[in-house]
């Protein structure tokens, strides 16, 4: 935990949002993972202090009258808001050194968490630049012009790497120099919807991506050796993994569940792998939406409080 100031303290955001997503229920996502006493046996099992932060649409400037689409994105202002209050929530954390888990909401939300790090770690470490796991079964590097659908959940890679730029005042013109990453230092896994365009610019940027046929190739070790050497040793890491990259029998609760992805063993070997590194700083956890496969919620909770403990190196009791 070089990278870290103090391995014992973990700041858990409560990220409240699904206005990237179209359809509503991803913001009660978090309420879902808290609920099932995660947190608690966290506390219990290690020596870890927690501190919770809490954001939701109903604060300060959610209701934006007039949020017409701009460039075909939809409800821009809003959840430009939201990911400007998501950053410094997490940048105020990360720079203390703590370790910050943020729990989504859609994954709009990564524009926010990903430069709140990005940020920290150019201020706590001069030089030193963001290492980004994607684990998705998506790539969301869609920009406002290739976007098939408007919606931000599928552009946040976009818009932290500064591929996409502010098109308009209110719309992420908070974004500095220091929030964005270099996809140079990004991987994907997962992959196995990507829209052409994606395709694309994945292939003209040289971003390191793992589908699900490499996984399925090489297998999840082989590409987590492989995905932690690009990153390089000596570089902290922020996480974010969208449910949405397991298979659907394993995490039903989603708003794009895709078929043929990570089984839920496959996806704790990533997560234990992260841990085990030692460098990883912060982690996401999004795209859990509570409305959809309702009957199979608790599936789809259980494989994300998994990923969170084995992200943070506790083991289950037997
Ligand atoms: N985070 C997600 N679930 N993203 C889904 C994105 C779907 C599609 N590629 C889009 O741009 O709209
Ligand atoms: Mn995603």
Not at 4 to 14: E, G, M, P, Q
Not at 68 to 82: I, L, N, Y
Not at 196 to 223: H, L, N, P, S, W
Not at 292 to 318: Q, R, Y
């Amino acid at each position: 935990m070089r990278f870290l100031a103090d391995r014992s303290k973990l700041t858990v955001v409560a990220a409240k949002f699904s206005c990237g997503a179209p359809r509503a229920g991803a913001e009660k996502g978090p309420q879902a993972i808290i609920e099932t006493g995660v947190f608690s046996q966290i506390r219990t099992r290690t020596n870890i202090a927690l501190e919770f932060v809490e954001l939701s649409q109903n604060d300060q400037d959610s209701q934006i009258p007039s949020d017409t689409d701009v460039m075909g994105m939809k409800k821009p202002r809003e959840v430009s808001a939201a990911s400007a209050r998501i950053s410094s929530s997490v940048y105020q954390q990360a720079r203390l050194g703590h370790f910050v888990v943020t729990l989504g909401g859609d994954h709009s939300i990564g524009v926010g968490t990903v430069s709140g790090t990005a940020k920290a770690v150019r201020e706590r470490s001069p030089g030193q630049e963001l290492g980004v796991f994607w684990i998705d079964a998506h790539a969301d590097i869609n920009t406002p012009k290739t976007s098939l659908s408007g919606r931000l959940h599928g552009m946040p890679v976009a818009f932290v790497s500064g591929m996409a730029k502010s098109p308009k005042k209110g719309i992420f013109d908070w974004l500095e120099q220091n929030h964005l990453i270099n996809l140079r230092k990004f991987v994907y896994i997962g992959l196995r919807d990507v829209d052409e365009a994606e395709q694309e610019t994945i292939a003209e940027t040289g971003i390191k991506a793992f589908t699900m046929k490499d996984v399925q190739r090489y297998g999840v070790e082989k590409v987590m050796d492989l995905a932690l050497d690009h990153i390089g040793s000596q570089t902290p890491i922020h996480a974010s993994y969208d449910i949405d990259s397991l298979d659907p029998e394993w995490a039903p609760s989603t708003g794009f569940p895709v078929a043929s992805g990570l089984s839920l063993d496959e996806g704790v070997v990533i997560a234990k792998r992260l841990h085990e590194s030692g460098n990883l700083i912060a982690l996401d956890l999004v795209e859990i939406n509570p409305d959809i496969a309702t009957s199979h919620l608790d599936v789809t909770l259980n494989a994300g409080c998994k990923l969170i403990k084995n992200a943070l190196g506790v083991v289950d009791c037997p």
